[in-house]
């Protein structure tokens, strides 16, 4: 996949194989596949959780931990990202797919 | 010709089901059952098991509860085997007067015997015919048979159309001679088959249809004993009660040995 | 034909033990782990030879009734491996071939394996309504562990194989992360309660192992904080070991090898802990997994295995419960009501905690699946999985209003509330058994 030049490798799903490849460019492609209309700061804010708990974790949080931190409410998180935290959240945040009975 | 049908193949038909079965039965029981297949809830004690094994033989619930009329037929196409079988077994003996050790007449006897030996004799040609017609008509079924699945129809329904035929026509088959016959195959002292075109063609169908039960499905009456039991097993109790000890490990213990052969 | 989910690419399976096996040797390497099976497990040969094609399971199957596609038929669906089998195997499939229902290995079987066996739920209905008690889940696990075998097998699988191998669970939880999740869990219950109730990672000579589901630890926290109140209450001595951080065994659904291996985490850190006592969280195949699988996979074992609900339901009548005023039904999950006998507990236990239980038809052993048992959660497969809940979807609109659906099970967490959606029924709450206990015990202030 070649994004603004440089080629990413993305897997079956769309989301990113290496995760060091994330880099905010990325995030605009990612959010037209997610049904992300416009990325507002509230889209960043939980972006930017999600970043810094997979660095530190190196796993996506519990979802109601990304709701308390962030002070949205799960119904909000959907609407900022249609496809939920888990699909749609991870994806753009570059973080790899959460994978289990989700 | 009528050698070899009426005093060698009958041997040879009864050896091959009896071999036959023996086989494809021991196939199945020499292997293992790793892991318990208990489907819940499952009867706790062991009569409450055999119950729940013979209900099934005996009542078909799952098709009770499944399809009704498939039930129907399916039931009492058995059935009336059952029956059929077990009139032959009784009536060759007694020649229908078996009944006189309950208290009726010789003639009450024969004529009770011949209606139920009629009716069940056409019974089972009716269920038989449904079951087959019910093959070819609904599309999922269809798909699903293979041409083995007609011919055993097709096997059965001709046994049934020839003992019929020798019950309700006037043909004048001679019963006796039959019995006598019959006696000798038994006895291991083989005498000359009676001519009669009708008696051969069913006899000899029905040792066709023992050489081919035990490489058909229809050795499904074992199967079925043999399957139904895995299901009803107890499932395991923990902490396991046979001591870690490798000896009885072993010997008791179902452990898997299949897998990655690479 | 092209399999509905994205399968796992070679470097991928390689990496899990299992090589890519060319495509000129698949048949063989097929019919070399066929004869495997077939001498390992006596369900395999008793059940491809005893189908009468009497086609009772038809209309018992969700999976057939939902998409309508004959091959998931159950008795087609066997056919797909008993043809093989009858070709290969049986002196009569050599011998007569198309008469006798036999078929030759061509460059679609293996396709339609992928395709067909992994639409079939292993849910054990048509076991049920079958006369002889065949079982197509057995059919299905073979023919799964066979593809496994060559290397061919949804991404899905094993990317969770991976991570189980990797982290002891699904979701690829290291231990920082499970520490965290923990103390997360215990401030929420703090916060409510006002009390300090902990959830113990790794605590040596512990009497109990508590093993939840790792999506305990991601999605359904409620679970886990329903089942840390109630060891609370109980005072008992637990733990949860990191090492199995997860009550699944996928390889259940996908590798025999895999499965034992998995078993035999359970083993190890149930010594290691020291419990005598080990407790399945909410997870269906899983507790099948452990309670039928342990000692056949890794021989016998000196500790009980029970699950949470069996062990709640021992303890129900000591806790102080105060009934939620909800409408509540019960989805049975599979693995419990046809393979795990748990039945009657989880009814119990929702009695105690709400004011009104109502039951949907059919249920208990009767119930159908929810259309992702054995594992069917792949993404790519939604429309798929969304037939495979139609009669699921049918039998909760039928009860009309509820307030919550409770099913015990984490695959079925995760696919009832996208089949509810799908099909516009989404004025309800859905979670499992054990957050109702959680929500419903009166603890500290709350």
């Known amino acids: 996949m070649i994004i603004d030049g440089k080629e990413i490798e993305l897997d079956e799903d769309g989301f990113l194989v290496d995760p060091a490849d994330w880099a905010e460019n990325l995030v605009e492609y990612f959010a037209k596949q997610e049904d992300v209309s416009e990325l507002t700061e509230k889209h960043w804010k939980v972006i930017n959780y999600l970043r810094d708990y997979f660095k530190k974790f190196e796993v996506a949080p519990m979802v109601r931990k990304l709701c308390k931190e962030t002070g949205f409410s799960l119904k909000e998180i959907y609407e900022l990202f249609p496809t939920g935290p888990a699909k749609g959240a991870c994806k753009l945040a570059g973080l790899p797919k959460p994978t289990g009975c989700v | 010709m009528l050698f070899f049908i009426g005093q060698v193949f009958p041997y040879l038909a009864v050896g091959v089901f009896i071999v036959g079965m023996i086989w494809r039965v021991g196939k199945w029981l020499r292997v293992p059952v790793p892991f318990q297949l208990t489907l819940s809830p499952a009867p706790v004690t062991i009569s409450s098991r055999f119950g729940k094994v013979c209900g099934e033989l005996l009542l078909f619930p799952s098709l009770w509860c499944g399809d009704r009329g498939l039930w129907l037929w399916a039931w009492l196409m058995h059935v009336s085997l059952a029956m059929v079988i077990g009139g032959h077994i009784v009536g060759i003996s007694s020649i229908g007067l078996q009944f006189m050790d309950i208290g009726f007449t010789a003639g009450q006897s024969l004529a009770l015997s011949a209606l139920m030996g009629t009716s069940s004799g056409v019974v089972m040609l009716v269920a038989l015919i449904i079951l087959l017609y019910r093959r070819t008509a609904v599309p999922e079924i269809k798909r699903l048979s293979d041409p083995a699945d007609y011919f055993d129809l097709l096997l059965i329904l001709a046994i049934v159309v020839s003992g019929l035929h020798m019950r309700m026509t006037s043909l004048n088959v001679d019963l006796m001679a039959i019995r006598a016959y019959l006696g000798g195959i038994i006895s291991f002292h083989p005498i000359p088959i009676p001519k009669e075109w009708i008696f051969v063609s069913h006899f000899f169908l029905v040792n066709v249809l023992l050489i081919y039960i035990p490489f058909s499905k229809l050795v499904h009456f074992a199967g079925s004993i043999v399957n139904q039991s895995m299901l009803v097993a107890p499932a395991p109790v923990y902490p396991s009660p046979i001591k870690t000890n490798s000896a009885n490990v072993s010997a008791k213990v179902r452990l898997w040995e299949g897998g990655n052969s690479q | ?446």
């Open chain 3, 1 to 446: 034909m092209k399999p509905p989910m994205h399968i796992a690419k070679e470097k991928d399976t390689a990496a899990i033990g299992f090589p890519l096996v060319p495509e000129n040797d698949q048949q063989a390497v097929t019919l070399s782990k066929m004869k495997d099976l077939q001498s390992s497990m006596r369900s395999l040969m008793v059940m491809l030879d005893n189908c009468t094609k009497c086609g009772n399971c038809a209309k018992q199957c969700h999976s057939y009734l939902g998409t309508e596609d004959y091959f998931n038929f159950p008795a087609a669906r066997a056919e797909l491996m008993r043809r093989i089998y009858k070709r290969y195997f049986t002196w009569v499939g050599r011998t007569f071939g198309r008469f006798a229902g036999a078929e030759d290995f061509d460059d679609e079987t293996l396709n339609k394996w992928l395709t067909y066996f992994y639409q079939c739920n292993e849910c054990r209905r048509c076991a049920q309504f079958c006369p002889f008690g065949i079982d197509t889940a057995e059919v299905t696990i073979a023919a799964r562990h066979i593809l496994s075998e060559l290397g061919l097998m949804p991404k899905f699988m094993q990317g969770i194989a991976a991570n189980m191998e990797k982290t002891g669970n699904n979701m690829g939880i290291p231990i920082p992360a499970i520490l965290d999740c923990a103390e997360f869990m215990e401030d929420e219950m703090l916060e409510e309660t006002g009390l300090s109730i902990k959830i113990p990672i790794d605590k040596p000579n512990s009497d109990i192992l508590y093993i939840p589901s790792s999506a305990d630890f991601f999605t359904n926290i409620d679970t886990m904080i329903g089942a840390a109140k109630l060891f609370h209450y109980l005072g008992v001595n637990w733990t949860i070991s990191s090492n199995i951080l997860e009550a699944a065994n996928f390889g259940l659904l996908f590798n025999l090898n895999v499965m034992r291996e998995h078993n035999e985490r359970l083993k190890t850190a149930a010594g290691a802990v020291g419990a005598k006592l080990v407790i399945q969280g909410e997870c269906g195949h899983g507790w099948r997994a452990a309670k039928m699988y342990t000692e056949g996979s890794n021989g016998p074992v000196d500790f009980e295995i029970i699950h949470i609900l069996e062990y709640c339901a021992q303890h129900l009548e000591k806790l102080p419960l105060k009934k939620l005023p909800m409408r509540v039904t019960l989805h049975d999950p599979c693995n419990y009501a046809r393979a795990g006998e748990i039945i009657e507990q989880p009814r119990a236990i929702i009695r105690a905690c709400v004011t009104e239980f109502v039951e949907m038809t059919p249920n208990r052993e009767n119930n159908f699946c929810c259309g992702g048992g054995s594992g069917i959660l792949m993404d790519e497969m939604m429309e798929i999985r969304m037939k495979l809940g139609k009669k699921k979807a049918e039998q909760v609109s039928a009860l009309g209003k509820l307030d919550y659906l409770a099913m015990p099970c984490s695959i079925c967490k995760a696919q009832i509330p996208a089949v509810m959606k799908h099909y516009g029924i989404d004025n309800l709450s859905m979670g499992g058994v054990m957050d109702l206990v959680g929500k419903a015990m009166i603890l500290g202030k709350n």
